[in-house]
Structure formats: structure tokens, C-alpha cells
């Protein structure tokens, strides 16, 4: 198992490979990319039982990926897990390639549960996951990755209600909450606070970390799987553009790819 | 005209409910949900005699849908029950995404499509559900005509790999086919064998396209008469054979003719056999309250009018 420092260095390589990703493609959804990095990184490698060699092992955790636009981090943590080769993100969003500009299943590419773009569907196959393995008494977990502004569809709540009246102990749910959503600050746009207290009227167990101190991350999550009889929400502050500090916080990058020139300069502020 | 016996009027969604429970006892994977509407889907058999593989979904179809497409990761063999409007048009996107793009083995059951849901309303009477479930890819598209061949096609359903969008009825109707029957996916079956006319019916229609034919024989018409219960695929092969022989066409469904089962055999025809063709729908049109044989006739879908169509088609060869 990686140290922290490792992990770091990791995600650091992942935001360089992400980045360049969406670059080399012209498009594609840079903001969210970073703010969700740490996650990724401290869940691939560390917290989720997976096996990249055998993606359809039977006994893996499972996670469900429902905002489907940060593809590139998604895509940039399964490669450099061994799901597939890093070089083959350069064919992000390109003709015939398997990494499509929103995760498509039927694409061939290993590691992905599920079709998502059209927000606010994610929750609710992690629920179906999670009594599936309820069924056949598995001790595997489910995990569930939502964006903050994708709380806004009502699907969400159906999900979130849902989850509770099962006792779904074994789900697990991160929101990226960075605040942030393409036409400026989820506050603005349809405010979602008081956030935590929403989830607990809703029968969910609330947690808050860092979201980008992966040994936090690691840490919640360890809390969070002592609660039983309760599905469990993470709310992960993070900033969006995290690790680029002359495009932190600034929801203009929500869906912007960085120029060649830009690249250069990203590749060389990623901390 | 071969004889057409009903053992008696049974509704189509009793057939599901007889089919799931089968399902049900053939494979532990099959699990089942419903949005707050056991009764009316005929699923109470199921709930009792697999509990702990039942859960009530509440009045949230979108989440109903997807935590079906979970579940399939999960292996499991997951039939979800509500009426057909909010079966397809409620979550069409999560149909479309986490299902059909998915590609998940989810069996949306669709119970009181059509204009024989009755005193409803239209609020209720989906005429647009199989077109809207035709145009996915991957999906299969299931509207069988009576309570046994419904139970057929559910247990069959349950032994296939994929999305299916299987369509049945409110209405008691006539019980026509052979109790089990073995259902085969995406085959036309063959009722009558006629010269004059084909006439190509899904769902209820089938029955009225049979009363329609017993009137066409005796006024010397000689009616094929083919039920389309798998809308999609659609057998290509059978379609044209028949048509190769009749040259002309009626066809008879209980949905919108935009995007219908005429509207796919249209489409097969006219870039392979142009062929005379009348077709028995709802025209562009939203239904009202009424009893299912009232609305029927107002609308238009009955032996009566396929007959009519029928020597209309028939003048045109």
C-alpha cells in the first residue's frame, strides 16, 4: 500500500495526465477533473478492494461515477491504476476512441460500471448496487461519486430516500462540494444549504473532510464504515481547478480546455 | 379462416403477474420493483412468495430505474413495475442513459398502456410508449395480445440478456392463444394464411384484427393475419414474405401511428417492397375519459375499422 507522500505524488501525476488529456482532445471538463482528483486517488489506491488485472471480479467494491463530465480525472485514475495504459488518454474524446467525451459503457473500456453525463442518475445505481450485495450478504462496499450542483436534480432525493429506508450500510457517497457550477456559485444558482442537515433529515450519516487531504479522505471513510444500519455521505470540500493555482475557483473552467500554451504553464504550477 | 376459441376474458397484466412469479421460481436472480402499484401490476404473488427479493420503490419511478440498472452490476434480473406513461415518458432519460446506453439487463414492465386504461384519462393513456422505447438502442420492444402469451413473453424476457420495455394492458380480453406457449423473442407468429390482404396486429388489436377476419371471409376476403408481438426486433423476413404474396397491408395497434408498430413496417416496406398500406392507430391525438370499448370505437381500432381498411388497401393494389 502507497504512503500519503506517495499518494500525493500520484495525484500530482494524475492532474498533470488529466490536464493533458483534455488539451490534447480541445475540450472537455477541466474544473470538476481537478477539484475530484484527491478523491480518486485516495480511492483507487487505497480504500476501494478492486482488482485492475480482472475488472469484473465478482467481490470488488464498486463505484459508480455519476457526474459524468469529470471523465478525464476518471479516466486518468484508471489508467494509472493498470485498468489500461496511460498513453491511450490522449485518445480522450477522439473518433472511435474508448474514452468518450462522457463514460460510455458499451465502449470497451475497463473499469467502468456505467454509462453517466445526464446528472443525477448515479445515486440510485449505487442503490441498486448496494441491495444487490445486500441480497447475496456481501461485504463489499458501494461507492458514489456526485457533484455538488447535480444535487439540484430530484432524482437525487429519490435516491437519498430510498438509500435510508434500506439501511444501506454498505454505500458510501463523496459530493465534490466545490461550490461551484457552470453558471457560478451553487449558492446563486439554487442554493443546497444547509447541505449536511438536508442528508441527515434524510436518514444518511453526514461526515465532512478535506477533500483534498487524501490521508482525511482515507480517514472518513474508515469512521464512516464503523456506522451501521445507515448509508453514509461524505461531503468532501474541495476547490475547483485544485492544483492549478492561477485557475482555482473560477467556475469559467468548468468546461474549458487548457491551450497548448496553457498547458505548459498548468503542467508547471500542478502542486 | 381458422377458428380463434377464447377460454374466456383475462386481463394481460394477470399475465404478468403469473409469468413474474414463474420467472420468479426459475432463477433466484430474478428480483422485482414497483412504484407504488403492486395490485394494479398483478405483482402481489411475487411479493409473497419472495419478500426479500421485492422492494417498493415508492412514487419515484427515476429512482426506480436506475437502482434497477444497479442492480444488474450486481447480477441480479431486475423486473420494474408501473403504468407504461411513467414507466417510459417520467424517465426517459434514465432509460435512455443508465439503461439502454448502459446496456443493462432491465425489464421495464409496463402495465395500462393505451386507450383501454379507460375512464383515466389521457393523463394515463401512454399512445407513445413503444415508439419512445423503439428508438433506444439495445432495447427490446414486447406487446403481447392476451393473458397467456403476456405470461409467455415474461418468463421469456427473464431468460434474455438485455434491456426489454414490455408493454401489457388494464382491460379484461380475449384469451386466444395456447396456455404455455413457448414465447420466441423477435418472431412474427403467423394466425391465418391468407392470399387477399396481410394484416399485421400488436397488443389488443390482435383479437379485433381475428373478429376482422372471420367478417373478411365471409365476404370472400382471404385475410393473413400476423401478430407482431416483438416490435423490436422486427421480423424482417416473416414481414416480407407475407407482403411478397398479399401485396397490401393494413396494420393495427393501439398507439400513436407516429412511431408505432405501422410505422416500423412502413419503414421495412417502403425501402424493400413498396406496398399498399392502410394503417389502424391513434392519429396524432390525446385520448379521453371513456370505457376501453367506448374509446375503441371513437378512436377507431376495431374489427370494424380494420375491415375497412382493409378494402380500402385492397382497391389500391
Known sequence: ?271 | MKKYISTGNKDTRSGFGVGLLEAGKKNENVVAMCADLIGSLKMDAFVAEFPERFFQAGIAEANMTGVAAGMTIGGKIPFIGTFAAFATGRVYDQIRQSVAYSNKNVKIAASHAGLTLGEDGATHQILEDIGLMKMLPNMVVINPCDFNQTKAATIAVAEYEGPVYLRFGRPSVANFTPENQKFEIGKALMLNEGADVTIFATGHLVWEAIQAGEKLAEKGIDAEIINIHTIKPLDAKAILKSVKKTNCVVTAEEHMLNGGMGDSIAQLLSRNYPTPIEMIGVNDTFGESGTPAQLLEKYGLNAENIIKAVEKVIARK
Open chain 1, 1 to 271: 500500500m502507497s504512503s500519503i507522500s506517495e499518494l500525493k505524488n500520484i495525484a500530482k501525476h494524475i492532474r498533470i495526465d488529466l490536464l493533458k488529456s483534455i488539451s490534447e482532445a480541445g475540450s472537455g471538463h477541466t474544473g470538476g477533473s481537478l477539484s475530484s482528483a484527491d478523491i480518486f486517488t485516495a480511492l483507487y489506491f487505497n480504500i476501494l478492494n478492486h482488482k485492475p488485472d480482472n475488472p469484473n471480479w465478482a467481490e470488488r467494491d464498486k463505484l459508480i461515477l455519476s457526474i459524468g463530465h469529470i471523465a478525464p480525472v476518471y479516466y486518468a485514475t484508471l489508467a494509472h491504476v493498470g485498468y489500461f495504459s496511460i498513453d491511450e488518454l490522449q485518445t480522450l474524446r477522439k473518433l472511435g476512441s474508448r474514452l468518450q467525451g462522457h463514460p460510455g459503457k458499451d465502449h470497451g473500456l475497463p473499469g467502468i460500471e456505467l454509462s453517466a453525463g445526464s446528472l443525477g442518475q448515479g445515486l440510485s445505481v449505487a442503490v441498486g448496487l448496494a441491495l444487490a450485495s445486500k441480497i447475496d450478504k456481501k461485504n463489499n462496499y458501494i461507492y458514489c461519486i456526485n457533484g455538488d450542483g447535480e444535487l439540484q436534480e430530484g432524482s437525487i432525493w429519490e435516491a437519498a430516500m430510498s438509500a435510508s429506508h434500506h439501511k444501506l450500510d454498505n454505500l458510501i457517497t463523496f459530493i465534490d462540494r466545490n461550490k461551484l457550477q457552470i453558471d457560478g456559485e451553487t449558492e446563486n444558482v439554487m442554493s443546497l444549504e444547509p447541505l449536511a442537515d438536508k442528508w441527515k433529515a434524510f436518514g444518511w450519516e453526514v461526515f465532512e473532510c478535506n477533500g483534498h487531504n487524501i490521508e482525511e479522505i482515507i480517514n472518513t471513510v474508515n469512521t464512516a464504515k464503523t456506522i451501521k444500519n445507515k448509508p453514509k455521505l461524505i461531503i468532501a470540500n474541495t476547490i475547483m481547478g485544485k492544483g492549478v493555482k492561477s485557475i482555482e475557483n473560477n467556475h469559467k473552467w468548468h468546461g474549458k480546455a487548457p491551450s497548448k500554451t496553457e498547458l505548459e504553464q498548468f503542467i508547471s504550477e500542478v502542486y
